[in-house]
């Protein structure tokens, strides 16, 4: 039996699922999603987290990532 997926996994997953569509309609925002269940779309980073402590609460796992088609790359010397 295959191991199961953690819920930050299933989480991931609807992210990359996504991605594309949601770079149309929602690019540089953050996306909220918890549960394998979409949230909602903020402007800014501090608003997505608040909105994900509100709606799952400080004890769950959820994700919050900015909708972009392709990852910044950040290098640090």
Wanted: hydrophobic residues 40%.
């Amino acid at each position: 039996m295959p191991d199961a997926k953690t819920p930050l996994e299933a989480d991931f997953e609807v992210f990359e699922t996504h991605r594309k569509e949601w770079d149309a309609t929602h690019r540089g925002e953050y996306v909220v999603i918890g549960g394998g269940q979409l949230s909602g779309f903020y402007r800014d980073y501090e608003t997505a987290l608040r909105a994900g402590l509100q709606h799952f609460g400080i004890n769950s796992e959820f994700l919050v990532k900015q909708v972009c088609v392709q990852e910044p790359v950040f290098v640090i010397y």
